[in-house]
Nanobody, 126 residues
Framework: QVQLVESGGGLVQAGGSLRLSCAAS????????MGWFRQIPGKEREFVAA??????????YYADSVKGRFNIARDNAKGTVFLQMNSLKPEDTAVYYC?????????????????WGQGTEVTVSS
């Protein structure tokens, strides 16, 4: 069992920055592939970024829409994953979810992840 708790969401003006955190606890959370997804009402959950477990290289992946603006990193000692979001745009407004997978076949798909946090809301004003 892995528990995920997100934090760091809030209201920010366009062009600003936010850093989301996801604290993972439970059995060997540091061995999991970790992802960030976002969702707005009426739409499907959308892949944002992911990072593989250290045993598979800790490689980052990004959606095209956030590449160059967002950065994902993990602190394995603390079991925490971060999403640094820069140059935010109004279209980044969503609820952001952290997710964990013991071995994601396709890391960009939400169905690859078994554990999910409750989400943290991000609002970017124009």
């Amino acid at each position: 069992q892995v528990q995920l708790v997100e934090s760091g969401g809030g209201l920010v003006q366009a062009g600003g920055s936010l850093r989301l955190s996801c604290a993972a606890s439970g059995r060997t959370a540091s061995n999991y592939d970790m992802g960030w997804f976002r969702q707005i009402p009426g739409k499907e959950r959308e892949f944002v970024a992911a990072i593989t477990s250290p045993r598979t290289g800790g490689s980052p992946y990004y959606a095209d829409s956030v590449k160059g603006r967002f950065n994902i990193a993990r602190d394995n000692a603390k079991g925490t994953v971060f999403l640094q979001m820069n140059s935010l745009k109004p279209e980044d407004t969503a609820v952001y979810y952290c997710a964990a997978s013991s071995g994601a076949v396709v890391i960009t798909l939400s169905r690859s992840y078994y554990y999910w946090g409750q989400g943290t809301e991000v609002t970017v004003s124009s």
